[in-house]
């Protein structure tokens, strides 16, 4: 019998590999996007065959409406019944993001742009595209982030960027309801990223309430949530260990 099928954005590495990696161990086939981290990309996939689903990488600069369109081409050459007798693509979740550094008075055009692009209009694309072949139904989970409600003027583009990505979260819940629902996922702080130095994160994650960060399970427990629970759509699951009070 086919297992149901996946696509994540951005699962090579990080939060995209955790959710990835859930979804495998739920039963769910795979397909594995990634931009630039290809060898981690195959580690990835190694680690999701070795859970007993299949995984297929799919490797696309997402910032380019066309590279957007040739994904959806070769995803369907994988729903093939056909081929590899996949069941119908009904989980997509948009996990690709980037996170320039600049404050409002420095920041590049490009840096604007190439966050806008990336964690805001990719989704809408990408979403366009599920929504089409999700015939039986389905459910998108866009990654927001904690910073989506704060001013964080270190990282412009990047929290407008998310608090778009919310805003269109409930937007696609109406206009794609009632067959596919539409959530997203808003972490705190998880894992370091390459802006936030050492010294940098233990000040975070001592601020928060919890004094401490998030384990990969605790936030992709809110996808299994989600998932399982069939009556949330044009939400933000806030998992943040209480930073949205400071």
Do not use: C
């Not at 994540?8 to 086939?29: D, E, I, Q």
């Amino acid at each position: 019998m086919p297992s149901p099928f996946a696509l994540v954005t951005g699962s090579a590495h990080r939060l995209g590999k955790a959710f990835a990696l859930s979804l495998a161990s739920m039963g769910y086939s795979i397909a594995l996007h990634y931009h630039g981290a290809e060898e981690q990309a195959k580690n990835t996939k190694s680690e999701i065959e070795s859970l007993g689903v299949q995984a297929h990488l799919l490797q696309a600069d997402l910032t380019d409406p066309a590279q957007i369109q040739s994904l959806f081409t070769r995803l369907d050459l994988l729903l093939q019944p056909f081929n590899l007798q996949l069941s119908t693509f009904n989980i997509l979740v948009n996990s690709a993001a980037i996170m320039p550094v600049g404050n409002p008075r420095e920041l590049e055009l490009q840096d604007w742009n190439s966050a806008l692009d990336l964690n805001l209009r990719a989704p809408f694309l990408i979403a366009q595209q599920a929504a089409k072949r999700m015939t039986a139904g389905g459910l998108i989970v866009n990654i927001s982030d904690i910073g989506a409600q704060k001013a964080w003027s270190r990282y412009p583009s990047y929290t407008v960027s998310k608090a778009g990505l919310e805003s269109l979260t409930k937007m696609l819940a109406r206009a794609f309801a009632p067959d596919i629902r539409v959530n997203a996922i808003a972490p705190g702080l998880v894992l370091p990223s390459d802006v936030v130095n050492e010294e940098q994160w233990k000040k975070l994650v001592e601020r928060l309430p919890l004094k401490r960060a998030a384990t990969l399970n605790e936030i992709t427990s809110a996808l299994e949530f989600l998932i399982e629970n069939e009556y949330i759509t044009g939400q933000t699951i806030v998992v943040d260990g209480g930073y949205s009070l400071i």
